[in-house]
């Protein structure tokens, strides 16, 4: 008896994935909720885990393959507990007879290694034979794998360091774009290329919420759980400037405008895999506390590629902050189909003429692009300007000014 691996029920949006990286080999010894496999589409990424303890016996699509939904893509053999030694005929039927030459004590030496300790020994290069193993029966645990490699790493600089490369050598490295920087691609350039794009720019001081913030955030971190950024106020700030200029929570399909009566916000996210927007929804009903903690939740699911596909769509205007990797000015690119996007960048200590004087102001540049098809100057200048209020005087939020 055995169990096929299925990719699984793709989103309605997403027609098809990829195989990204496969966390197992035939052979394989495998445990119930173990991942298998991650699936990639444009959107996130997809984790198959192990219905069941068993063995992996075949695998019918390799990395970088595409696949449709609900495809089989492996085979496992139920019944074999974590830690089991698998033979030759059970593990990979699939595979072939070994050649004569192959002794039979690296067979069951190689069958005996976990999944952890395999991907181990892939990483960094390393021979089983040539670590010693205090597992049962002298069997190599992921443990002596960890030692050895920071062993390794506590050895004379010159006994490790590689030889310095021919002078004059020029290497390069050629890998394939994943499905989501191909993604990311093709909509950068669709939006550069299919709407009237322009960026119109104002700048802020931002002591008044340093200040507000300075005085509050041991109070509100302590009440809510959660610490008080700056982005909730960003997030804040454009709902409030969403309402007053409804051609902005727009957005064009075919020859009509759509406008949209409630206010998703997108948030530029930096993760391993690139650029995603995950989206906050109702921004108008939650609160600066719901705001930070969304904020975060969706920051970590990026990080760790746990993102969903109804956290990625949708959203109405997107917000991006360059300003955390150090970003002075930028223009940023429309997120289709959204009408504007806006980008935030770093706070920094300027000379200001304030009342005829000059003064030292941490300020900050707004930069909003838009699309000229939908917003006119008029309009985007004015939002703009309404941010910079808000956000100069934070009262002018809890007044509704």
């Known amino acids: 008896m055995t169990i096929e691996i299925k990719v699984p029920v793709l989103p309605e949006s997403v027609a098809d994935a990829g195989i990204a990286t496969w966390h197992v080999k035939v052979g394989d010894v495998v445990s119930r909720d173990d991942n298998l496999v991650d699936i990639e589409t444009d959107k996130v990424v997809l984790e198959v885990p192990a219905p069941e303890d068993g063995v992996i016996v075949e695998i019918r699509e390799e990395e970088g393959a595409t696949v449709l939904g609900e495809v089989v893509i492996a085979i496992l053999k139920p019944g074999a507990a974590a830690g089991t030694e698998v033979t030759k005929e059970e593990a990979a039927p699939a595979a072939g007879a070994p050649a004569s030459g192959e002794s039979s004590t690296n067979?069951?030496?190689?069958?005996?290694?976990?999944?952890?300790?395999?991907?181990?020994?892939?990483?960094?290069?390393?021979?089983?034979?040539?670590?010693?193993?205090?597992?049962?029966?002298?069997?190599?645990?992921?443990?002596?794998?960890?030692?050895?490699?920071?062993?390794?790493?506590?050895?004379?600089?010159?006994?490790?360091?590689?030889?310095?490369?021919?002078?004059g050598a020029r290497d390069q490295k050629r890998v394939p774009m994943t499905r989501l920087r191909k993604t990311i691609a093709?909509?950068?350039?669709?939006?550069?290329?299919?709407?009237?794009?322009?960026?119109t720019f104002n700048e802020i001081n931002?002591?008044?919420?340093?200040?507000?913030?300075?005085?509050?955030?041991?109070?509100?971190?302590?009440?809510?759980?959660?610490?008080?950024?700056?982005?909730?106020?960003?997030?804040?700030?454009?709902?409030?400037?969403?309402?007053?200029?409804?051609?902005?929570?727009?957005?064009?399909?075919?020859?009509?405008?759509?406008?949209?009566?409630?206010?998703?916000?997108?948030?530029?996210v930096s993760t391993p895999r690139g650029l995603v927007t995950p989206v906050l929804r109702d921004t108008d009903q939650m609160s600066m506390a719901d705001i930070e903690k969304k904020i975060?939740?969706?920051?970590?699911k990026g990080r760790d590629g746990k993102l969903t596909v109804d956290e990625m769509t949708g959203g109405n205007f997107t917000i991006t902050n360059g300003g955390v990797f150090g970003s002075l000015i930028s223009t940023p690119i429309i997120n289709l189909p959204?009408?504007?996007?806006?980008?935030?960048?770093?706070?920094?200590?300027?000379?200001?003429?304030v009342d005829g004087k000059v003064e030292i102001l941490p300020m900050m540049y707004l930069a909003l692009s838009y699309d000229h098809r939908i917003v006119d100057g008029k309009g985007s200048v004015g939002f703009l300007v309404t941010i910079k209020d808000l956000l100069e005087d934070p009262t002018r939020l809890l007044l509704d000014i």
């Open 186 to 199: 093709n909509r950068l350039l669709q939006a550069t290329n299919e709407t009237a794009m322009l960026t």
């Open 206 to 268: 931002m002591k008044p919420i340093m200040d507000l913030r300075k005085q509050y955030k041991d109070e509100f971190e302590k009440r809510h759980d959660t610490r008080l950024g700056f982005m909730s106020f960003y997030v804040k700030a454009v709902t409030e400037a969403l309402k007053r200029f409804p051609e902005i929570n727009a957005s064009i399909d075919g020859s009509d405008l759509v406008y949209h009566n409630f206010f998703d916000v997108s948030i530029a």
């Open 338 to 353: 959204q009408s504007a996007i806006l980008g935030m960048h770093k706070i920094q200590d300027r000379p200001m003429a």
């Open 107 to 167: 067979e069951e030496s190689s069958d005996a290694l976990s999944p952890s300790v395999r991907r181990l020994l892939s990483e960094h290069s390393l021979n089983a034979d040539s670590i010693k193993g205090s597992g049962v029966g002298g069997r190599l645990t992921k443990e002596d794998v960890e030692k050895h490699i920071k062993s390794a790493k506590a050895a004379p600089v010159a006994a490790s360091v590689a030889p310095a490369p021919v002078m």
């Open 296 to 300: 975060r939740e969706l920051a970590i």
